[in-house]
């Protein structure tokens, strides 16, 4: 059963990096010549942000990724806040080029310092392979240390290749550095995969003992 392509989206806007600059060459090798990568934020208010990004990254042998994104985030009040992000990806390749579009967004209500809920949705269009068109679901989240959180939920995505939506829990460790920067993997279609496929091979294996067939020269 085909997987979404893309993960939960993130909404991580900057808030204390410099304006939006002009963009730069990440490799001065003649190979990723035109190679760029810039981003920051547009316009600043009292309650919120409006975020860019761009990128071009050279893939040997393989072709050319460009990247552009726009997030937006406003606090509502003390304790909501909403946060959108708007991106196209582009891939050119030797023989084939292709490209998606994606636009997702997220309400997130602190009720407590430490505790926090987040209900998102996506819609995708495009070329790319297992790209799934829609997505919604909630999640809760806790810090359990200064460093550690921990978000559980569910989400639901509409598999195009199959023509069901389908139901993934959503289980995602977080990290917090000392420079404020948070990382954070959603395990929950990993562990969805190993329940199921030990309860389908479970009852693969059936309830009582298989009796071997005769076989010439073994007794």
Excluded: C
Excluded at 8 to 28: A, G, M
Excluded at 100 to 110: D, P, V
């Amino acid at each position: 059963m085909a997987e979404p392509m893309r993960p939960l989206p993130k909404f991580t806007l900057p808030k204390r990096e410099p304006d939006l600059r002009l963009p730069y060459q990440e490799n001065p090798s003649p190979m990723f010549k035109g190679d760029f990568s810039t981003g920051g934020p547009m316009a600043r208010w009292r309650t919120g942000v409006l975020d860019a990004r761009g990128s071009q990254i050279t893939m040997p042998g393989l072709g050319r990724l460009n990247e552009v994104a726009f997030g937006f985030q406003q606090e509502l009040n003390d304790r909501l806040a909403l946060q959108a992000t708007a991106d196209a990806i582009k891939l050119n390749m030797a023989y084939f080029t292709t490209q998606s579009f994606n636009l997702s967004g997220a309400l997130i209500y602190r009720a407590q310092d430490h505790l926090w809920f987040t209900a998102f949705g996506s819609v995708s269009a495009g070329g790319f392979p297992n790209l799934s068109p829609y997505g919604y679901g909630g999640t809760m989240g806790f810090d359990i240390t200064d460093r550690f959180s921990l978000e559980l939920g569910v989400q639901r995505y509409y598999d195009s290749t199959t023509g069901r939506w389908e139901t993934r829990p959503v289980v995602m460790p977080g990290y917090r550095f000392n420079n404020g920067f948070k990382l954070e993997l959603d395990v929950g279609p990993i562990l969805y995969e190993v329940i199921r496929s030990i309860v389908i091979d479970h009852k693969d294996r059936g309830g009582g003992p298989t009796i071997r067939p005769n076989m010439p020269g073994f007794r």
